[in-house]
Each structure stands twice: as C-alpha cells, then as structure tokens.
C-alpha cells in the first residue's frame, strides 16, 4: 500500500514539536510520507524540510495545493491567520488536519464547516486529549456514574513561548488558546456546552511590564451543559517567574470524587487506573487521523470540524460574556 502523502501549512513551534515527532512512527513504517511544506518564511520552511528528508518547499499555500497531490493537509496557523486553505482542501477532497483554536472568528467557522460537510472528507480539529487512554477511561467511568459538575484549574507559569500567544487579539487569550483543550475533554463526556457566564481580571496599563504581553491575569468562567451539569474553569497568567504550576480537574457526581490527569484516575482517595509511561497523545492522534484518510470516513476521528465548533463557541462565548461584564451567553448564538 503506497504511503499517504502529506503536506503542512505552518511549520511553527507546534509542527516542529509536537505534530511532526507524532507523525515519525508512521513515516518511518511507510505509512506516511512528507510531501511539501509551506511556511512565509521561506528560511524557516528550508531549514525543517532539511530536518524531515527534503520535502518540497513552498512560500504559498495556493501554489503549494495546485502543484502537489496530496492525501492529507495539516494546517498548523495562529488561529487569525486562517483564509483559505480549508476551502480548497474540501474542494480538492484533501483530507485536513486543523490545529485549534480553528478561528477566532466564528462565522468563518461555520463557513468551513458548511464547506467541509459538503465535500465529505476526514476532517479533524487537534484536540489531542481525547486520545489519552485516560479520557478513554474516563469516559467508560463516566458511563456508571450520575454527573453534578466539574472543576477544573490551570495556574500556568512562565511566559508565552511565541509571540502571537502573547497578545490577546492574535490568540484570543490564554482561555481560548490553551484552556480550550480542557474543555472540550470535558464536552467530550458531559456532552454539549449550552451556557456560559465569565469574569476576568484585566491587565492594567500600571501593571509590571512583562514583555509584550496584553493577557488577562485570570479567567473565570462558568458553563452549563445541555444535560444541566455544571462546570467552573479557572485559569490564571500569575506565576510568570514562580517556577510552579498546577493542573487539576476534579469530576463531581453522586457519592464519587474523581481526580483525573492524562496518566492517573483517583476515585474517592484511591487510584483506579494508572500509566507508566504516559502514552504520547500527540502520535496516537496521528495514527488515528492516518487511519480515518486510509478509510475516507470522518466518523472514524474523534473531533471532527462540526463537532468541534461547540468547543470554539464555548471558549469564545467566554470571552464574550466577560467582555459584557460576565453576562449570561448561549453559546450556540454566538456569530449567528
């Protein structure tokens, strides 16, 4: 069976990191191979081709679409950098691959959306964590007990790595670009978001200067989902040089406290699965969404672009009902 051929658009901090060390396995058992790669900086582009075995290069993504035949397009763009790429994948049956937040603009979402259900091909939103084992495990959990609510707290530490995570208008906030993988493994198993009430802290002009920053220091945001449970998601931009940090989601139902994290699952005080080493989510993704374009079914990944509009409303609507002083949001009206 030849290899599926792939080509990426943005070979940023993501691609080289995470989405192209995921994919290795498969390159090196011949299931895949790296076809073209585009970046505008045409430097950056030759120097990663010259790392994944010289695949061509490309400055423009149209050029890149008209010349190659590609199975597969991983699109790995800041999410306000997004034109039209999806439209002419889904025109030319290309299987996508999109790295979230998909857009910060959500009639555009719905624009891709509409385009990509039409066309028919694989399509999956890169929201990793819902192939940890663990979700897996979790959901199986989930299945045996009566759901309440969620709790779920992220106090990052350190700056942001990249330029454009560091400015609220280009990434949406550190609750869009980064929280937004907690929600939507918590949609995953509690089902739809349907409401949402935020606060945040705001960043103030006599605020320490730290870089270029403009990030709120805190958000705080409340959803309600469609089954009536509840979740409280609190994310703080604090402990820029405190060298600690912490991530915890606390899942509530009846006469169950359970502790999740991407390896352990503690029930009640005692743990209930474990393991040791972590899975790479990051390669089982990517052996999932190689499989679904061998297929040519998009119910074979686990976040297609349709489902995963709730997550992007979710987090965006967040962002909205702060903006109007923590009113109360449906997120599904949200750009309609």
């Not at 691609?15 to 076809?35: F, N, T, W, Y």
């Not at 699109?75 to 790295?99: G, M, N, R, S, W």
């Amino acid at each position: 069976m030849p290899p599926l051929k792939y080509g990426f658009i943005g070979l940023g901090h993501i691609a080289q990191h995470a989405h192209l060390p995921g994919i290795r396995p498969l390159i090196e058992s011949g299931d895949v191979r790296l076809q073209a790669f585009c970046d505008t900086n045409e430097d950056l582009v030759r120097e990663v081709a010259a790392k994944w075995n010289h695949p061509a290069c490309y400055t423009d993504h149209r050029v890149m679409l008209e010349q190659e035949d590609l199975d597969a397009l991983y699109i790995l763009l800041p999410p306000t950098l997004h034109t039209d790429a999806e439209l002419i994948a889904a025109e030319k049956h290309i299987a996508l691959f999109v790295e979230k937040p998909q857009t910060l603009d959500m009639e555009q979402a719905y624009q891709f959306d509409e385009v990509i259900g039409k066309s028919g091909i694989v399509c999956q939103v890169g929201f990793m964590s819902r192939y940890y084992p663990a979700a897996e495990h979790l959901g199986a959990l989930l299945r045996e007990r009566r759901l309440r609510h969620v709790n779920v707290q992220l106090f990052y530490s350190g700056a942001p790595i990249r330029f454009w995570t560091s400015r609220m208008e280009l990434c949406g906030g550190s609750f869009v670009e980064n929280t937004i993988h907690s929600v939507d493994l918590i949609r995953s198993v509690f089902g739809d978001i349907v409401q949402t009430s935020a606060f945040y802290v705001p960043r103030r002009p006599d605020d320490p200067e730290r870089g270029p920053w403009n990030l709120p220091h805190a958000y705080v945001v409340n959803y309600q989902f469609e089954n009536e449970c509840a979740a409280n998601f609190t994310t703080s931009r604090c402990l820029t040089e405190a060298g600690v940090s912490r991530r915890e989601m606390l899942i509530v139902c009846d006469d169950s406290l359970i502790e999740w994290s991407s390896h352990r699952i503690v029930e009640n005080g005692r743990t209930v699965w474990e393991e040791d080493p972590p899975s790479n989510a990051f390669a089982l993704q990517a052996a999932a969404f190689a499989r679904a374009v061998r297929s040519g079914n998009p119910s074979d990944v686990r976040s297609p672009y349709h489902d995963a509009l709730n997550s992007l409303q979710a987090v965006l609507a967040a962002n909205a009902s702060a903006a109007r002083g923590g009113e109360l949001i449906a997120v599904r009206s949200l750009g309609r």
